[in-house]
């Protein structure tokens, strides 16, 4: 009994943890983009500002009982996400409920909080939430197919599913990285990660300049603040997923925020160097040059 | 006992006595001409009955007080008897069904039919072959007289093309008879040597005239154009006499010279056979008018049987059985199509949607359609099992192809026919009344045709043991019903219920797991059938026909019980389909592929039986020739019904054009029979190769394939009974793609996706079913905001799709996580991608479906909607219930799966620990996982709704539009072309590549039909030239001039 | 002996069938259709008398007289000629049929040509 105890008191720290280095990372993100582009950009805790403005708001409205859960189902698949997955290696406590479900569980269980918000925006009824998630949706599937095919080339590389085991097969030096031993999953990977993380060239899903942040364009208050958490959890969930993946995890937390903040910058880096997609040219990227190195990679596995 | 010679005593004495009746009495000496026929019909079923019970004996009859050679005589045998009842039966009840006709054009027309019959009973009978002649000619003149009987220039111009055509086939038959009289010194078919006589000169020639003039009376392929003529022009209650009377004495008359063939002429006949058999039913495509088809359709079956006897000899004793099958059915069959058109007496097909107002002619009708079509338990069925098995047997592979492609032929248009009958718009008149007269003979056809069905089955060494007692309570339903759905709906899910009950204790693995689907899967989807009001006629006896086919595949331990129950469930299913609306084309095609199928399954069956012994399932086992032919075969034919790739293209709009009940019963259920097939098949035959290659390997691509087009094409329709049905396709491609895997994971995952898929497909048909059952319309775009109004429904819809698309914590994430240590197992990598990229298309049409319906804009119109009726929601919350439970304890659905699946591929099974399930690379464990999304879940939702105390609800249109107000949910409602961009994309996946692939056969089929039926250009001499050149041919093919 | 009665009966009646298929095949009015017919079946009964025939031998008729003189084994096959009258009699009830349906149909269109009959086809 005192060990379910104590694993939820950890859950709740790594949390905690994963909560504000997200926010974090948004705001110091939007400083890089911001100063890129000659401006000055906002402060770098103007993350947690909006949250705490967000969740003050007196006003509060409900388009519906799927809108008004809506962001139960997102932040549940963000947290949910981060917790069936070793956060720390080699510590049993930051393993959290990654005992529950390999691999396998992580890849589709990112797609309860999508379906969930996706439901909730389209119960507000405004154009643009369902326009944003049928875009979202179609991009998925696109990058989805690299992204299975890089998965399946590392899960055929080490003979398991099971996360832990993969980043234990990484430990021991660089060398031993997924991206040095097996570049082509790798490459296949890291291009599917672009859109995964939902930048330029890939964020026409929330498009910020056209359609007011898609999906959630109807959320606001206390239901936009859960949104807010979700949206530091979930991208930093994903950072520490390719880095077990191909970056061989982390031992401890300065590790974990060093690789995250660096693969994170790979896609802030084609994101500010490259003009945003339409989807249709998005989902074409995606079946041409990603498609045929994740195709490469899994061949390269088999023979 | 009475001597067969009073047969020809009464009819030709009542038809001289004829003569002396006046015009006053012409009631009366009709009756008597009536009494006649029944006489004959008398003498000849007590033969036929004294001769099968073996009180009498084989008869010879002597005339003229000398032996043959010197005096005809005639036999009576067993045959004799038996074509000879027969014709009389037609003869008296085709004289009943024209009495009035006949009565009114006068006595002549009696004298006429009595010497038609009188003339056929001696040919059958005589052995003497000027005898022959001379009865031929007899019935061929009177044959000419009574196609006049309606006189009318199209009436004479076929009369006198028959008269020409007649003529110089019966000189040439004189030609014969003369040049045999020379050579051998008599005219007794007994006393001409047999044997290969053929090849001496004079003597061959004189069988061969003979011989080949018979066969022109049978009209074979292209000199039967004054045949088709004739059907086209006289009165439908003649062309019975021709088609059904006639055609069956000269086969008898062919039959009787057998031992004359030569091994060379007997080929030719079974090429001629063959041929017209094609032929006829090719021509048939392009034809409209409703006796001209029968006739092509009738010429069609004779040749058939003009075939089998040209391969008499390869059909060892089973020779008999399979000509009396087929030659029975065409008769009773035919027999009864014509009557019925000549009470409808419309000039196109497209105009007989006048038959469905009287309900028992078009069961009737239906009845003698599936008769002609070879479908169970009509004795045509046995006889072309037996006839494809003995071909098969003789490895007579092409001569099985003809036979099924003709069949297929005749099929399309009769199936055409059938569906304008049923579908096309009504027609106003209604149907003038019908006398008994004309009722009775068709009535009495039909109740011959299903108990010789039954007969023959009895006969036959195996069929015998089929269970009829399904099919019974089916039949018996038609019975029932004008009785109030409530009533009926309740005896047939009981009646389901008892027959599972029964059946229980015997089930065992994988037929355990389909018994289930299949029957209580039916009881479920019948409670649906609560909801409807009045009668609801016509639709439970056609369910209980499949669901008996259904249960019958289960209960199946021989390839015929097999094949029987396939049929039966095809049969069902087609009737249950074509009662959706604008269901014509939908309907055609899904039993043109199904019949195709079928036919693939019944040659692989009849190939299967090649060097073993027995037909139970099990030689499937042991096959040691033809085993990759048949697996690829069988493999067709279960992927019909799957609907693979490639043969999908019935299903979209079969399954969402049927009613809302029916619609989960031919997509939830039906599609398992497939797979249950596929899993019987890959059970007993394992994998096959084919030059070198592993057939399940390219099963295992047509899967992958077949689940991407599948989704794609769903996530691209407006129409969401649509959507859903392309979806099957989808999730059937999955299932196949587990199969082919051929390991356990791969069968695990197929399996717990066959039966979550039959959960949650159901559950879906049902709740859109409801949804458009309240606003009579399918196209999403029109929907929208129904969550407020149907809020079960929603829900349902809700689980499903999460079900569907393999989100954890629910159970469709199971078939995702097995398929994917599968292919980690199996090494198909690329295909294993590419079954997750489906799997991820899939999300775009469950969420255009649930947004476009339930979420985004409610519409004006559908502000008084109410929530889908309590017996449609209730199977959806029963199948729930059972989700969720499978969800939480994953190991009380895949733990005994995988027991069942162990003993055929023991390798690679899961390990479980409690419901914690270990492959050999990864783990899950979905009852934790279940507890762990749960309680996140809720959490979370405490910390909204404690944040969000004081929220307000507001209105439909309170939304933030940028600087405007939208005005209309119309126009606000996101949904129509949902995924435009998608489509732009790779729409160039979702051309109807294969729809127009199919289109193109189709075409060109009728195509080459109407180019080739421009050879009966209408003239009576080109007629006589068709005859001409066909005797030059035979005669060059028999004696090797080619 | 090729130019024996039997023989040049036969090619007779071989001519006489052919020119009546002949006939019946490319004339165009019915009436000579018939007689086509009729010529057709005359060849006919003419190649069955010819092969019934026997060289020197008498006619069929079994009377005292035959019996007497024993010649009765001198008569020709009395069959072929039974059957040729029969088969005339026969030809006869065609013939007056087809005449029958010629008459029908000329009251039906006015019009004796047989390519005025060509409604029905395909």
């Known amino acids: 009994m005192d060990t379910i105890w104590i694993k939820l008191l950890f859950s709740l720290l790594t949390i905690f943890i994963v909560l504000n280095y997200g926010l974090l990372l948004q705001g110091v993100v939007r400083k890089i983009g911001a100063r890129v582009g000659r401006r000055y950009g906002i402060r770098w805790y103007q993350p947690w500002i909006d949250i705490i403005k967000n969740y003050a708001k007196r006003t509060k409205i409900t388009h519906g009982i799927m809108y008004y859960i809506a962001p139960a189902f997102r932040l549940t698949g963000g947290i949910g996400l981060l917790l069936f997955m070793p956060v720390i290696y080699g510590t049993d406590m930051f393993s959290n409920f990654s005992f529950t479900g390999d691999l396998l569980l992580l890849l589709y269980f990112q797609f309860f909080g999508v379906l969930g918000m996706a439901l909730g925006a389209a119960e507000g009824g405004h154009p643009y939430s369902a326009m944003g998630v049928s875009r979202g949706l179609a991009q998925v599937t696109a990058y989805e197919l690299t992204l299975t095919l890089g998965i399946i080339a590392i899960a055929v590389q080490y003979q398991t599913l099971s996360i832990t085991e993969i980043v234990a097969a990484q430990q021991g030096g660089i060398a031993n990285w997924t991206i040095i031993t097996n570049p082509l999953a790798g490459i296949a990977l890291m291009l599917a990660f672009l859109a995964a993380m939902g930048r330029s060239p890939f964020d026409v899903v929330i498009a910020p300049q056209e359609i007011p942040i898609g999906p959630p364009t109807e959320f606001h208050s206390g239901l936009l603040g859960v949104l807010q958490l979700n949206r530091a959890i979930f991208p930093a969930a994903k950072l520490i997923l390719f880095m077990n993946l191909l970056f061989g995890g982390a031992t401890d937390w300065g590790t974990l925020i060093i690789k995250t903040f660096l693969i994170y910058m790979w896609s802030v880096f084609v994101g500010v160097a490259f003009p945003r997609f339409r989807v249709d040219q998005s989902i074409r990227w995606y079946l041409f040059i990603p498609l045929i190195i994740g195709v490469l990679a899994v061949l390269f596995m088999k023979f | 006992m009475v001597t067969p010679i009073y047969i020809i005593v009464a009819l030709l004495g009542v038809a001289f006595a004829l003569g002396f009746s006046g015009q006053k009495q012409i009631k009366a000496a009709g009756t008597l001409a009536l009494g006649a026929l029944a006489f004959s019909l008398f003498v000849s079923l007590e033969w036929l009955i004294g001769l099968y019970t073996e009180t009498y004996k084989s008869t010879q009859i002597f005339t003229a007080g000398v032996n043959p050679p010197f005096s005809i005589n005639l036999f009576m045998g067993t045959g004799e008897a038996l074509f000879t009842t027969l014709i009389n039966f037609i003869g008296l009840f085709g004289g009943l069904y024209l009495f009035n006709k006949l009565i009114k054009k006068g006595r002549s027309t009696f004298i006429a039919l009595l010497m038609l019959i009188m003339g056929l009973n001696v040919v059958v009978m005589t052995r003497d072959m000027f005898n022959l002649f001379v009865f031929l000619e007899i019935s061929s003149v009177a044959t000419a007289g009574l196609i006049i009987l309606n006189q009318n220039k199209k009436s004479l111009a076929a009369g006198f093309k028959y008269i020409i055509a007649t003529g110089i086939i019966a000189g040439i038959l004189l030609i014969g008879i003369i040049f045999m009289y020379r050579f051998t010194g008599s005219l ?152 019925i058109s000549g009470i409808i007496q419309k000039d196109n097909i497209r105009k007989w949607t006048i038959l469905r107002k009287n309900k028992l002619l078009t069961i009737l009708f239906g009845v003698f359609m599936l008769a002609l079509l070879g479908f169970p338990p009509f004795p045509s069925f046995f006889g072309k099992w037996e006839l494809i098995t003995e071909l098969a047997g003789n490895g007579f592979i092409s001569w099985m192809v003809i036979i099924l492609l003709g069949s297929f032929l005749e099929a399309v248009y009769l199936f055409r026919w059938l569906g304008y009958i049923l579908k096309l718009e009504a027609a106003k008149k209604e149907l003038q009344p019908i006398s008994w007269n004309k009722y009775l003979p068709i009535i009495i056809s039909a109740i011959l045709l299903i108990a010789s069905g039954f007969g023959m089955s009895y006969l036959h060494e195996h069929a015998k043991f089929i269970n009829y007692i399904p099919l019974i309570v089916a039949a018996a339903f038609i019975l029932i019903d004008r009785l109030p759905v409530f009533i009926k709906n309740t005896l047939a899910i009981a009646s389901v219920g008892l027959w599972y009950y029964m059946m229980y204790p015997d089930l065992e693995e994988f037929r355990l797991i389909f018994a289930t689907i299949f029957l209580v899967g039916g009881i479920i989807t019948l409670l649906a059938g609560y909801a409807y009001k009045g009668k609801r006629q016509g639709f439970y006896p056609m369910a209980l026909i499949m669901f008996a086919g259904l249960g019958g595949l289960i209960e199946a331990k021989t390839t015929l019980e097999f094949f029987f129950a396939w049929e039966l469930m095809t049969i069902g299913s087609y009737f249950l389909i074509i009662r959706g609306k604008k269901s014509i084309s939908h309907a055609l095609s899904y ?182 059952w309240r606003l009579k319309t399918k196209n999403m775009y029109q929907m929208g905001g129904l969550i407020k109004k149907m809020p079960f429904s929603f829900i349902s819809v809700l689980i499903s799709i999460i079900v569907l698309a393999g ?44 947004h476009s319906v339930f979420l985004g804009q409610l519409k004006d119109e559908h502000r008084n909607v109410k929530e889908a009726p309590f017996w449609i929601l209730l199977p959806q919350y029963i199948i729930l219930g059972v989700l969720i439970i499978f969800s939480a304890f994953p190991n009380s659905l895949l733990k005994p799966i995988g027991e069942f699946i162990t003993p055929y591929l023991p390798n690679g099974a899961l390990v479980w620990d409690g419901q914690m399930a270990y492959s050999l690379y990864g783990y899950w464990n979905g009852e934790l996982i279940m507890y762990a999304v749960v309680g996140i879940f809720v959490a979370v939702l405490l910390w909204i709704i404690f944040w969000n105390r004081k929220i307000k609800k507001v209105k439909q249109f309170d939304i933030v539009y940028a600087a405007e107000r939208p005005f209309l949910p119309e126009t606000t409602h996101y949904a129509y072309n949902f995924f435009a961009h998608y489509k732009k994309a790779v729409g160039i996946l979702a051309q109807p590549m294969i729809s127009n692939f199919w289109e193109g056969v189709s075409e060109i089929g009728h195509s080459v039909s109407d180019k080739i039926r421009r050879i009966y250009n209408g003239s009576g001499q080109a007629y006589l030239i068709h005859i001409i050149g066909f005797i030059v041919i035979i005669f060059l093919f028999t004696f090797g001039g080619f | 002996m090729i130019f024996s009665l039997v023989n040049i009966s036969l090619i007779i009646g071989i001519l006489l069938v052919l020119a009546g298929i002949w006939a019946a095949i490319t004339q165009k009015n019915i009436i000579k259709i018939i007689i086509g017919f009729s010529l057709f079946d005359t060849g006919i009964h003419i190649i069955m008398v010819a092969l019934g025939y026997v060289k020197n031998n008498t006619a069929p008729i079994l009377d005292s007289e035959n019996l007497r003189t024993g010649t009765a084994d001198k008569i020709v096959d009395p069959i072929p000629q039974a059957l040729v009258l029969t088969a005339i009699v026969i030809g006869l009830g065609v013939t007056a049929l087809m005449l029958v349906y010629a008459l029908k149909m000329y009251r039906e269109k006015k019009s004796l040509n047989i390519n005025s009959f060509k409604d029905l086809k395909w």
Request: aromatic fraction near 12%; proline fraction near 3%.
């Open chain 2, 188 to 339: 007794n078919i007994d006393d001409i040597p047999t044997g290969n006589l053929l090849m001496i000169k004079g003597f061959g020639t004189a069988i061969f005239l003979i011989l080949t003039s018979i066969l022109l009376e049978l009209k074979p392929f292209p000199a039967n154009g004054w045949g088709l003529d004739v059907y086209q022009g006289t009165h439908a209650g003649i062309s019975v006499f021709i088609s059904a009377a006639s055609g069956t004495a000269l086969l008898y008359v062919l039959y009787k010279f057998i031992p004359l063939m030569s091994p060379s002429f007997a080929f030719a006949l079974s090429l001629v056979g063959g041929l017209t058999f094609i032929a006829s039913n090719l021509l048939g495509l392009k034809q409209t008018h409703p006796n001209r088809l029968l006739g092509y359709s009738s010429i069609g079956q004779i040749g058939l049987v003009v075939l089998v006897i040209g391969l008499a000899p390869y059909l060892g004793d089973k020779f008999e059985y399979i000509a009396i099958a087929l030659l029975g059915t065409h008769v009773f069959a035919k027999a009864g199509l014509f009557w």
């Open chain 2, 591 to 772: 039993m043109l592929f199904s019949l195709g199928g079928a036919y693939a399954i019944l040659a692989a069956f009849g190939l299967a039986t090649v060097n073993n012994t027995g037909i139970s399932l099990d030689i499937l086992a042991n096959l040691n020739i033809y085993a990759p032919a048949i697996f690829i075969l069988l493999a067709i034919g279960f992927m019909t019904k799957t609907a693979s790739l490639g043969l999908h293209i019935w299903l979209p709009g079969a399954h969402a054009e049927a009613e809302t009940d029916v619609s989960p019963m031919v997509s939830a259920i039906l599609l398992k029979a497939g797979l249950f097939g596929l899993i019987v098949m890959m059970i007993k035959m394992g994998d096959q190769m084919i030059f070198g290659l592993s057939i399940s390997y390219f099963l295992g691509w047509l899967g992958v394939f077949t689940a991407i087009i599948g989704n794609l094409m769903a996530a691209l329709q407006e129409d969401a009974k649509r959507l859903l049905a392309y979806s099957s396709i989808g999730v059937l491609g999955y299932a196949l793609f587990g199969l082919a895997l051929m390991s356990h994971l791969g069968w695990l995952g197929a399996t717990s996706i066959a039966i979550t898929h039959f959960m949650f497909k159901t559950t879906l048909f049902l709740a859109i079913g409801g949804v458009v």
């Open chain 2, 807 to 850: 989100i954890p914590p629910l159970t469709g994430f199971a078939g995702k996580w097995l398929f994917f240590n599968a292919i980690m197992e199996k090494g198909w990598y690329l295909q294993g991608a590419l079954i997750s990229f489906a799997g991820v298309i899939a999300f775009l049409y469950c969420f255009r479906l649930i």
